[in-house]
């Protein structure tokens, strides 16, 4: 263990934390889980100020993401050598993967703790202080279910549930399923819980979590299990919007689209990862779908759902990728139309197999097949978005969706189909608060969102409780209890039968 000499002051007042989040949306929600249990323990966050307590909650996805955390604990050494007592600590899929090095890199850290004992950090912080020691505690299956530990939601709107923790997949790029384990799945009756408890707090939009969220059922024998959960919790009375994030290709089925296309309250938009159009690149990348099923995949979503919106994840220069493989992925970008896209260039991950595949692509060639990618995707965004002026839509208003919305005297957030709508107020008009709905007429569009200048007549503002609770939370930001913080999952029944 590395000694850590600074201790933390005396003083009666609470310590206070930041949470900082990198990676995915799985990630995000662990980070609430993080905050809600530093809370519970009596920390407060530091809104803001310097902060006694740093939690980097860290991905290991990308290479980058190891100069990343270094670079970011080598700043803060020095901010800790100017902050008494300070503490910091690691966290995430990086923490899990690098575990003791991370230690010997940065001596100055306090805390290092894997993806399996989130509900830890507060006790080895203490520990940190106490004993002036690092301490490093890494396990290598799941402690509790991270649903159960307290959280503070960062929206008074929206909110993530996890269905399911780890993967059963083995995708050569990826190294997720040796830091999270193995597919673990919640009872159908659990799930359903935490949605109606998040409703009853306010909460009008939920997003289901997974690695694979339609593999769901696996753990107890229900193949179908994942459609029965979509129609159940969009019955939940209250919920308006139902999202879920990331299915697998290979797994998604009928049941699945007709559930969607049948519950009003799960929402027209898909994101639907391909990572690549040419086949012999899938093979090597053990992805157990084919292009032409992905293809039709999105033809039976569309057939059903014609406004859906599908977003999608690609990977350029996987090994062994050739001009034709690179071709077949554009064909089939072209043909998929999607919304949006997360485009990646492939990099090597230590411990997966496609790091050690012969014919790693010339950074240069991955480089120039990128730019060539985003330039088409770039391309059938702008011109999917600009078929949307015209239409009106329903937007769910953040708090803070667009850098630009103060100087540009306008409001964002997000339609039903996920796009994100940048829009303006009409003179005279009530102004809506974070969680409240507009409805407005897209009145122009670019590839990364749509624009609504709406005419007095053209403007509707529709009051929700999400907004309630956010204008009771300004009011009094004070508060210890601002009705975002939850200590483990409340028993509150749900307003719909539980799923079997």
Same mark, same amino acid.
């Given at each position: 263990m590395s000694t850590i000499e600074q201790s933390a002051p005396h003083t009666d007042q609470p310590r206070t934390y930041e949470v900082r989040s990198f990676g995915c949306q799985m990630n995000v929600h662990d980070s609430e889980h993080l905050r809600g249990?530093?809370?519970?323990?009596?920390?407060?966050?530091a809104d803001g100020q310097e902060p006694d307590v740093i939690v980097?909650?860290?991905?290991?996805?990308?290479? /980058?993401?190891?100069?990343?955390?270094?670079?970011?604990?080598?700043?803060?050494?020095? %901010?800790?050598?100017?902050?008494?007592?300070?503490?910091?600590?690691?966290?995430?899929?990086?923490?899990q993967k690098d575990q003791g090095r991370i230690t010997e890199k940065a001596p100055w850290v306090d805390v290092v703790f894997g993806t399996h004992n989130m509900g830890s950090l507060p006790v080895l912080l203490e520990r940190a202080r106490h004993n002036h020691e690092a301490q490093v505690e890494i396990l290598e299956s799941l402690e509790v279910f991270p649903s159960t530990l307290p959280s503070k939601r960062e929206s008074h709107?929206?909110?993530?549930?996890?269905?399911?923790?780890?993967? /059963? /997949?083995?995708?050569?790029?990826?190294? %997720?399923?040796?830091?999270?384990?193995?597919e673990r799945d919640r009872r159908p009756g659990d799930v359903l819980s935490e949605v109606g408890a998040l409703v009853d707090q306010?909460?009008?939009?939920?997003?289901?979590?997974?690695?694979?969220? /339609?593999?769901?059922? %696996?753990?107890?024998?229900?193949?179908?299990? #994942?459609?029965?959960?979509? &129609?159940?919790?969009?019955?939940?009375?209250?919920?308006? &919007?139902?999202?879920?994030?990331?299915?697998h290709p290979a797994m998604f089925t009928a049941?699945?689209?007709?559930?969607?296309?049948?519950?009003?309250?799960?929402?027209?938009?898909?994101h639907m990862p391909l990572q690549s159009g040419s086949d012999r690149v899938l093979k090597a990348m053990r992805r157990s779908y084919r292009s032409a099923k992905f293809l039709r995949i999105l033809d039976d979503v569309r057939d059903r759902m014609p406004d859906a919106a599908i977003s999608t994840d690609i990977i350029v220069g996987f090994p062994g990728e050739t001009d034709e493989d690179f071709e077949q992925t554009l064909d089939v970008v072209r043909k998929s139309r999607f919304a949006s896209? #997360?485009?990646?260039?492939?990099?090597?991950?230590?411990?997966?197999?496609?790091?050690?595949?012969?014919?790693?692509?010339?950074?240069?060639?991955?480089?120039? @097949?990128?730019? @060539?990618l985003v330039e088409v995707q770039n391309q059938i965004s702008l011109e999917e978005n600009r078929q949307q002026i015209g239409r009106s839509v329903e937007v769910l208003v953040a708090p803070a969706e667009g850098r630009k919305d103060h100087a540009n005297h306008r409001l964002s957030g997000r339609a039903a189909d996920n796009r994100l709508v940048h829009f303006s107020v009409p003179a005279?008009?009530?102004?809506?608060?974070?969680?409240?709905?507009?409805?407005?007429?897209?009145?122009?569009?670019?590839? #990364?969102?749509?624009?609504?200048?709406?005419?007095?007549?053209?403007?509707?503002?529709?009051?929700?409780?999400?907004?309630?609770?956010?204008?009771?939370?300004?009011?009094?930001?004070?508060?210890?209890?601002?009705?975002?913080?939850?200590?483990?999952?409340?028993?509150?029944p749900i307003r719909a039968t539980t799923a079997s």
């Open positions: 249990s530093l809370e519970a323990a009596g920390y407060v966050e980097l909650n860290t991905c290991a996805v990308r290479e /980058n993401a190891d100069n990343r955390l270094y670079g970011n604990l080598g700043y803060l050494a020095s %901010v800790k050598r100017e902050h008494e007592g300070m503490q910091i600590a690691v966290g995430g899929c990086l923490a709107a929206s909110g993530w549930v996890s269905i399911s923790v780890g993967c /059963n /997949n083995t995708c050569t790029f990826c190294i %997720v399923p040796s830091l999270r384990g193995k306010g909460v009008i939009e939920v997003t289901l979590l997974g690695q694979n969220v /339609n593999s769901y059922g %696996v753990g107890f024998g229900d193949r179908k299990a #994942f459609g029965k959960l979509l &129609r159940t919790a969009g019955a939940i009375d209250g919920l308006e &919007r139902l999202r879920f994030t990331s299915p049941d699945v689209i007709d559930a969607m296309a049948d519950t009003p309250s799960v929402m027209p938009q898909l896209a #997360f485009t990646f260039q492939y990099s090597i991950r230590p411990g997966t197999p496609a790091a050690t595949m012969p014919d790693q692509v010339p950074k240069a060639v991955v480089q120039e @097949r990128y730019e @060539r005279g008009a009530d102004a809506p608060r974070p969680g409240d709905f507009v409805t407005v007429p897209v009145t122009d569009a670019a590839p #990364f969102h749509l624009l609504a200048d709406p005419r007095a007549d053209q403007y509707r503002v529709r009051r929700t409780v999400s907004g309630d609770a956010w204008e009771a939370a300004e009011a009094d930001a004070c508060a210890v209890d601002d009705g975002r913080v939850s200590l483990g999952m409340p028993s509150i």
